[in-house]
T-cell receptor, first 112, second 114 residues
């Protein structure tokens, strides 16, 4: 079972469209991160959100952390082919040791 | 800075063979990690290390071993390769978890066991 769920699993859209992808869990996280992974490469960090309700913007990308710190969303405005990739969310949990759990990812394809 | 480097990029193993995946980082990070990535399953933590001489198991450690003799290097050893170990393996490094935490990933090793 996945501690972190992401939806949709796959998304194919036309250039210029808007989209939102979601990251959900029943667990509370100390922080949540979004990574983007391009084919044949490792993930690269986009943003970290820490406070419940926090919103961060990175150019055309808007990230929100849920009030209860159990979920997050990533909204892309006017998607471009360069946005194509696998978007992974990762939650930090404070248990017997600090650990980070990755979701399964949303694979985004932006068609020119 | 080269960041995190991994070798080899690709490898095909026969069942029962052994190999070591190499990982080196030049950012003086204390924390290092090994993940495997299977389609639709995200990244699963195999082993991690919080410093030289200290290693611990992650979510899926069976069939793997690690060592951390230096800050820079964190090799992953497969002793008796099995088809279930076919995957893409990523090494990562970071400073300790905290407000500015970020994992830096290597380019990955694609392993096929047949």
């Amino acid at each position: 079972t996945q501690l972190l769920e992401q939806s949709p699993q796959f998304l194919s859209i036309q250039e210029g469209e808007n989209l939102t992808v979601y990251c959900n869990s029943s667990s509370v996280f100390s922080s949540l991160q979004w990574y983007r992974q391009e084919p044949g490469e490792g993930p690269v960090l986009l943003v970290t959100v820490v406070t419940g309700g926090e919103v961060k913007k990175l150019k055309r990308l808007t990230f929100q952390f849920g009030d209860a710190r159990k979920d997050s969303s990533l909204h892309i405005t006017a998607a471009q082919p360069g946005d194509t990739g696998l978007y992974l969310c990762a939650g930090e949990m404070k248990t017997s040791y600090d650990k980070v759990i990755f979701g399964p990812g949303t694979s985004l394809s932006v068609i020119p | 800075n080269a960041g995190v480097t991994q070798t080899p990029k690709f490898r095909i193993l026969k069942i029962g063979q052994s190999m070591t995946l190499q990982c080196t980082q030049d950012m003086n990070h204390n924390y290092m990690y090994w993940y495997r990535q299977d389609p639709g399953m995200g990244l699963k933590l195999i082993y991690y290390s919080v410093g030289a001489g200290i290693t611990d198991k992650g979510e899926v450690p069976n069939g793997y071993n690690v060592s951390r003799s230096t800050t820079e290097d964190f090799p992953l050893r497969l002793e008796l390769a099995a088809p279930s170990q076919t995957s893409v393996y990523f090494c990562a490094s970071s400073y300790p978890l905290g407000r500015d935490y970020e994992q830096y990933f290597g380019p990955g090793t694609r392993l096929t066991v047949t």
